[in-house]
């Protein structure tokens, strides 16, 4: 899902080329537009939609070989009761599976309205599509990941709807997990074994762990 976001695109080629050269098998798994939202594209604006698909086409014929294994997204909407989430406190504790999905979805309404305090009527329609959509993206994944016999996955930052739940998946099944992001230099990028890179718990065990005492 950063297919337009050349900076944390170069960070999944980059995962998955090293991975490729371990002497793994990949599997490389794609939007094709079924992500209500996505961190290039939040509002899934169709002329953006479509770009990223044909830039995925792109990537995959000029910087990925044919080792690579590509497995389209396919995200089925749960048929769920939501009508209990009404308000920024209802989204805020909605839980399932032990994924703090309202947390997923209200991370992204901040990212798109710049605001904390988001409005009832935004919750009941944008708040409870997005839920519904990860709460299928998780699945989705998880059935991926039994399909193929994942045992390590990756996704970007971890924090909103269109990534959280995919680490999520991989913790829910027992494999391995890491968020990725950029490692504050053009040549750096921080491999994070956490359901996201800003988990203050894992960061500051981390730092632990590198810092000499």
Same mark, same amino acid.
């Given at each position: 899902?950063?297919?337009?976001?050349?900076?944390?695109?170069?960070?999944?080629?980059?995962?998955?080329?090293?991975?490729?050269?371990?002497?793994?098998?990949?599997?490389?798994?794609?939007?094709?537009?079924? &992500?209500?939202?996505?961190?290039?594209?939040?509002?899934?604006?169709?002329?953006?939609?479509?770009?990223?698909? /044909?830039?995925?086409?792109?990537?995959?014929?000029?910087?990925?070989?044919?080792?690579?294994?590509?497995?389209?997204?396919?995200?089925?909407?749960?048929?769920?009761?939501?009508?209990?989430?009404?308000?920024?406190?209802?989204? &805020?504790?909605?839980?399932?599976?032990?994924?703090?999905?309202?947390?997923?979805?209200?991370?992204?309404?901040?990212?798109?309205?710049?605001?904390?305090?988001?409005?009832?009527?935004?919750?009941?329609?944008?708040?409870?599509?997005?839920?519904?959509?990860?709460?299928? &993206?998780?699945?989705?994944?998880?059935?991926?990941?039994?399909?193929?016999r994942i045992d390590s996955?990756y996704a970007w930052n971890?924090?909103?709807?269109?990534?959280?739940?995919?680490?999520?998946?991989?913790?829910?099944?027992?494999?391995?997990? /890491?968020?990725?992001?950029?490692?504050?230099?053009?040549?750096?990028?921080?491999?994070?074994?956490?359901?996201?890179?800003?988990?203050?718990?894992?960061?500051?065990?981390?730092?632990?762990?590198?810092?000499?005492?």
């Amino acid at each position: 899902h950063t297919t337009r976001w050349p900076v944390h695109l170069a960070e999944s080629l980059e995962l998955a080329k090293r991975s490729v050269s371990n002497g793994d098998r990949v599997y490389w798994v794609d939007c094709h537009g079924d &992500l209500a939202s996505c961190p290039a594209n939040p509002m899934h604006q169709e002329r953006l939609c479509h770009a990223c698909r /044909y830039a995925g086409w792109s990537i995959k014929r000029r910087f990925l070989g044919p080792e690579i294994n590509y497995v389209p997204l396919v995200i089925k909407n749960p048929t769920i009761e939501l009508s209990a989430v009404k308000d920024v406190s209802t989204l &805020l504790d909605f839980t399932q599976h032990g994924v703090p999905f309202g947390e997923l979805v209200l991370s992204q309404l901040v990212d798109d309205y710049r605001e904390l305090d988001i409005e009832d009527s935004v919750i009941q329609t944008r708040g409870v599509a997005l839920l519904r959509n990860a709460i299928g &993206l998780f699945n989705a994944i998880t059935s991926v990941i039994d399909e193929h016999r994942i045992d390590s996955v990756y996704a970007w930052n971890g924090r909103r709807p269109s990534d959280g739940p995919v680490l999520y998946a991989a913790q829910a099944k027992g494999a391995e997990f /890491y968020s990725h992001i950029a490692g504050g230099r053009r040549d750096r990028m921080l491999v994070f074994p956490a359901v996201r890179v800003h988990q203050l718990a894992a960061v500051r065990a981390e730092r632990n762990r590198m810092l000499p005492r």
